[in-house]
């Protein structure tokens, strides 16, 4: 089943972010685009380096008007630990979520009941806090933030201009298609 325009639950959970504790609820997210991006635990081998390339494009996705929130079922406590324990972590200037109790990886889907832990699950989530893209890829397989930012990208211009659409490989200023009525009805 498709999560598309599914809008996220109501949560409230404990996170790590600038040195400290915060509390992140659904509130906190709503009127502006979120990326949230899964991944399976802390103390891992793939998840620094896809939290360090994200990290790297950090900025280019908070000039988009994009927060992320990378999430692993860990504590917040864990996410210090790491933190304190990692230079690749101890860059991230984003929010890392904590759901040990599985409220956020169980709604976006992504929970693996016999390990307790998430898929690697990268959603794009729009200001109504509707999921608008996702891609979950096999726990052995990284992510590409790259590519990440030109969806956004994507889905911004889709948000904003909702009758045209964007196609393979598409980035900002590149033609777009109008769907024609006429075409509608052979796809």
Sequence with gaps: M????KEIGEFTVQAFHNEEFITVSKKDVLGKWGVFFFYPADFTFVCPTELEDLQNKY???KAAGCEIYSVSTDSHFVHKAWHDHSDRI?????????DPTHVLSRDFDVYIEADGMAERGSFIVNPEGKIVAYEINAGNVGRNADELFRKLQACQFVYEHGDEVCPAKWKPGAETLKPSLDLVGML
């Design 59 to 61: 900025a280019e996705f």
């Design 90 to 98: 101890k860059a991230l200037e984003y929010v890392m979520l904590a």
């Design 2 to 5: 498709s999560l598309i325009n």
